[in-house]
């Protein structure tokens, strides 16, 4: 059975401060990795990570994956309070033909 | 980017009525879509997976008679809540998977009340 976990499963910062969220897989026929933002409403994408060793980057956000130790993790530097929210992981299982999620890390950006 | 809407965003019934939810992806289209539900301060629940023109598949322990889902064409499935009764208040949320069938984009999801 496909897993995902997310750790920490909650973080409180300051603003200004930067964290890191991590997320671990252990699924069949691995093509990607999805990051999502969840606020109050539904979730909004964030990144998909196909490639080891690739950063990609969005503003202070930035995610990369390691194939070969089956995790990922998502950076927010200079946090601020809009960064609160739980941030989701998911792989994708092509198989399957749904994704599985982890459970999430809620982050608290304290002013 | 891709937008998937949903209609209605909230939605307040009385027990025993029918309510029915649409998704749309409205730049895309989605071969697949997928039906969660998520409860305060818990993590998405995964209730169907759904493809254009044919008959959803349900994930254990969801009642297919009870949620109808019907994905006609390739930009739009619909979920109804049949026979509502109050423990079916949840926030709703669907999303629609792009052709490359890679990325999921989620819609901005239905908050049931029933009383």
């Known amino acids: 059975e496909d897993k995902v976990v997310q750790s920490p499963l909650s973080l409180v910062v300051h603003e200004g401060d930067t964290v890191t969220l991590n997320c671990s897989y252990e699924?069949?026929?691995?093509?990607?990795l999805l990051w999502y933002k969840q606020e109050k409403k539904a979730p909004t994408f964030l990144f998909m990570l196909t490639s080891s060793g690739i950063e990609k980057k969005s503003g202070r956000l930035s995610s990369i994956l390691d194939k070969k130790e089956l995790f990922s993790i998502l950076n927010i530097t200079a946090t601020q309070t809009g960064d609160s929210a739980v941030y989701l992981c998911?792989?994708?299982?092509?198989?399957?033909?749904?994704?599985?999620f982890g459970d999430g890390t809620t982050l608290t950006v304290k002013p | 980017g891709a937008v998937v809407s949903q209609h209605p965003s909230w939605v307040i019934c009385k027990s025993g009525t029918s309510v029915k939810i649409e998704c749309r992806s409205l730049?895309?289209?989605?071969?697949?879509m997928f039906w969660y539900r998520q409860f305060p301060k818990q993590s998405l629940m995964l209730m169907a997976t759904?493809?254009?023109?044919?008959?959803?598949?349900?994930e254990q322990g969801v009642e297919k008679d009870k949620f109808l889902i019907n994905h006609a064409s390739l930009t739009l499935s619909t979920l109804t809540v049949t026979s509502a009764h109050p423990e079916d208040s949840s926030f709703y949320i669907c999303?629609?998977?792009?052709?490359?069938?890679?990325?999921?984009?989620f819609g901005p999801g239905t908050r049931l009340l029933v009383l």
């Open positions: 998911a792989v994708p299982n092509t198989n399957a033909g749904k994704s599985t």
């Open positions: 730049d895309f289209q989605a071969t697949t």
């Open positions: 759904s493809n254009e023109g044919s008959k959803a598949t349900y």
């Open positions: 999303s629609a998977r792009d052709v490359a069938g890679e990325t999921q984009y």
């Open positions: 699924v069949t026929n691995f093509r990607s």
